[in-house]
C-alpha cells in the first residue's frame, strides 16, 4: 500500500505546489491594484507557456525515441500539459471570482471555489472514468478529460484533468489561506493546523473506503476514488507541514560553525525548487528515458535506493549551478574568450 501511495506522489506534489505558487503570484497582483482581466491576462499566460513547455517536452522525448515510439506519443497528456491546464483554468477561477466581488473582501470567496473546484473535480472523476465517459470526443480531447489516450479506455499513466487537477486547486486553496492576514499572525500555529488537517484527511478517507457501501457504481481505489485523492492531500498537508519546520527550526537556526541566527544556510527543498521545472525535464530521462541510469523492472530494494539518492543529488547539483550560473553566460563567455583573445 505504502509503496503505492509513494509511488503515485510526485504528480500531486508537483500540481499541488503549482497551485501554492499560483496563490501567491495572484496575491501579488492583486495587492498591486491590477484589475481582475489584467491578472487573468498574466496568470493565464503563464500557464499557456506551461502547457507549450508540455507539448515541446512531448515532441523532444518521440525525437529521442525516434525509431519505436508510436507517434501518438505526440498526443499524450503528460504532468506538464496538465499542469498547464490547471494554471489556465485557475486564472479563470480567479478572475471570475474576482470580478464578481469586485470592491468587496474576496480571499474567504477565492478559498472557497477553489476549495469547491478541487471537491467537484474529485467527485466528477469516478464517472467521467466509467459510465459517464465522454467517449463522442477524439481521444485527442478525451484524454485530457479521463486519459483515455488511444486505447479505448482510461489509462492510470496518464495525466488527465480528473482528477489530477484537483490537487492544483487545492494548492490554490491552501496558497490564498497561508497569505491572510491571520496565518501570517499565527504562522506557526496555521502550519501546524495544516499538518493537524492532514492526518484527520488521512484517517477519513481510510474510514470511508472501509464503508461496505459506496457511492459510485465502479469503484477503484488507487486511480479514481475521491477517498484516494483525500488520503494523498492529507499527506501533501502533513509534508508541509514537516517542509515548514524544517525550513524554521533547523536550516533557520543554522550557521557554519555554531547555532543562531542565520547568516548562511542550505535547503535542498529550497534549492530544488528554485529549478523546478529543469529538474523535472532532465530527471525524467534519467529515471524513465532511454538514458535511464538504471534497468527498468530488475532492480533490488538497495539498488533502487542507491539510484533514488543519486538522481538526488545529481538534479541537486544542477539545480546549484542552475541558479548559481543564472545571468551570468555572458561573463562566462568573455572567459572563455579572453585566453584565446591573449594568444
Known amino acids: ?12 506534489l508537483f500540481l499541488f505546489l503549482a497551485g501554492i505558487s499560483f ?3 495572484t496575491e501579488k497582483l492583486w495587492k498591486k491594484n491590477l484589475q481582475p482581466t489584467q491578472i487573468a491576462r498574466t496568470t493565464i499566460r503563464r500557464g499557456a507557456e506551461i502547457f507549450a513547455f508540455g ?8 525525437l529521442i525515441a525516434w525509431g519505436w515510439a508510436p507517434l501518438s506519443d505526440l498526443l499524450r497528456v503528460d504532468i506538464l500539459n496538465t499542469i498547464g491546464l490547471s494554471m489556465i483554468l485557475m486564472g479563470v477561477l480567479c478572475w ?3 470580478s464578481v466581488t469586485r470592491g468587496a473582501p474576496a480571499r474567504l470567496p477565492l478559498v472557497i471555489a477553489s476549495a469547491g473546484t478541487a471537491a467537484l473535480i474529485s467527485l466528477l472523476t469516478p464517472p467521467l472514468w466509467t459510465t459517464w465517459r465522454p467517449d463522442w470526443l477524439p481521444w485527442p480531447l478525451e484524454s485530457y478529460i479521463n486519459g483515455v489516450h488511444n486505447l ?3 489509462q492510470a499513466w496518464i495525466f488527465p484533468i480528473f482528477p489530477w487537477a484537483a490537487f492544483a486547486f487545492a494548492g490554490l486553496a491552501t496558497g490564498f489561506i497561508l497569505q491572510s492576514e491571520w496565518a501570517r499572525k499565527h504562522e506557526t500555529p496555521i502550519f501546524l493546523l495544516a499538518g493537524a488537517t492532514g492526518l484527520v484527511f488521512v484517517s477519513a478517507a ?11 457504481a465502479v469503484y477503484d481505489y488507487w486511480h479514481t476514488s475521491p477517498n484516494f485523492f483525500l488520503i494523498r492531500l492529507g499527506m501533501l498537508l502533513a509534508i508541509l507541514t514537516a517542509s515548514y519546520a524544517w525550513c524554521r527550526w533547523v ?3 543554522w550557521t557554519i560553525g555554531n547555532w543562531g541566527p542565520a547568516r548562511w544556510s542550505f ?3 529550497i534549492q530544488l525548487g528554485q529549478a523546478s521545472l529543469l529538474v523535472y525535464w532532465v530527471h525524467i530521462e534519467l529515471v524513465y528515458g532511454r538514458f535511464s541510469i538504471l534497468h527498468k523492472h530488475v532492480q533490488s530494494i538497495r539498488t533502487a535506493s542507491l539510484g533514488l539518492l543519486a538522481i538526488f543529488l545529481s538534479m541537486l547539483l544542477l539545480a546549484f549551478l542552475r541558479t548559481r550560473l543564472k545571468g551570468h553566460g555572458n561573463e562566462m563567455l568573455a572567459r572563455f574568450r579572453s585566453p584565446a583573445r591573449a594568444n
Do not use: C, H, N
Open 206 to 216: 481510510r474510514w470511508l473506503d472501509a464503508q461496505p457501501r459506496q457511492l459510485y
Open 55 to 62: 507539448l515541446l517536452f512531448r515532441l523532444q522525448e518521440y
Open 152 to 154: 479505448g479506455t482510461p
Open 96 to 98: 471570475f471570482v474576482l
Open 251 to 253: 536550516i533557520g537556526k
Open 23 to 25: 496563490a501567491l503570484v
Open 267 to 269: 535547503s535542498p527543498l
Open 1 to 12: 500500500m505504502y509503496s503505492q501511495l509513494g509511488g503515485t506522489f510526485p504528480a500531486p
